[in-house]
């Protein structure tokens, strides 16, 4: 069982069209980070978010962490291929382990 | 900086040998090395957890018999797959934490695709 949820599973979508993804979890984070990972690569971080209600942007994408701390949200704003991958939310639950999401897999094509 | 390599990058074994992949954290000195695994559009799944020079922690359901962690230095972390079977197929994916940076910030590496035959 993974503390955390992330929803859809899957999402392809049209280049230019937005996309969201959402990471939900019963349990209170300290953290929460969003990781982007390629075929046969590792994840790579692209945004920690700390604060309750705290949003951040990078780019296009803009990540909020929800007032509680038990859920975020990626939102992509016109969606290029090159943002393809599978998308990964990871929380520090209690100790110093990640617990990832089951991972979104994004497809934008062209 | 916070580069972590792993080799290698592939590797292809028969049935009942022995694999070993290195974790490496090449500029930095890694207080704990972490060991996932990864099988095909799914997330990672933490194997264990090794802190240098004590025995590694594995998590419920790891055989600690079959996956034998050495974290020898504060830069090195070797994952072995001992006598190998076609089900151990998978992506492996190790992630170091910087010493003094917090443990929630996980360097990880470019993984190894281990296929069993």
Same mark, same amino acid.
């Given at each position: ?110 | ?61 790891? /055989?600690?018999?079959? %996956?034998? @962690?050495?974290? !020898? ?12 079977? #076609? /089900?151990?197929?998978? %992506?492996? @994916?190790?992630? !170091? ?12 590496? #470019? ?7």
């Amino acid at each position: 069982t993974q503390l955390l949820e992330q929803s859809p599973q899957f999402l392809s979508i049209q280049e230019g069209e937005n996309l969201t993804v959402y990471c939900n979890s019963s349990s209170v984070f300290s953290s929460l980070q969003w990781y982007r990972q390629e075929p046969g690569e590792g994840p790579v971080l692209l945004v920690t978010v700390v604060t309750g209600g705290e949003v951040k942007k990078l780019k296009r994408l803009t990540f909020q962490f929800g007032d509680a701390r038990k859920d975020s949200s990626l939102h992509i704003t016109a969606a290029q291929p090159g943002d393809t991958g599978l998308y990964l939310c990871a929380g520090v639950p209690n100790d110093y382990k990640l617990s990832f999401g089951a991972g979104t897999t994004v497809t934008v094509r062209a | 900086g916070a580069v972590v390599s792993q080799h290698p990058s592939r590797v292809i074994c028969k049935s009942g040998t022995s694999v070993k992949i290195e974790c490496r954290s090449l500029d930095f000195q890694a207080t704990t090395m972490f060991w996932y695994r990864q099988f095909p559009k799914q997330s990672l799944m933490l194997m264990a957890t090794s802190n240098e020079g004590s025995k590694a922690t594995y998590e419920q359901g790891v /055989e600690k018999d079959k %996956f034998l @962690i050495n974290h !020898a230095s504060l830069t090195l972390s070797t994952l072995t797959v001992t006598s190998a079977h #076609p /089900e151990d197929s998978s %992506f492996y @994916i190790c992630s !170091a934490t910087r010493h003094g940076a917090g443990t929630d910030t996980q360097y990880f590496g #470019p993984g190894t695709r281990l296929t069993v035959l």
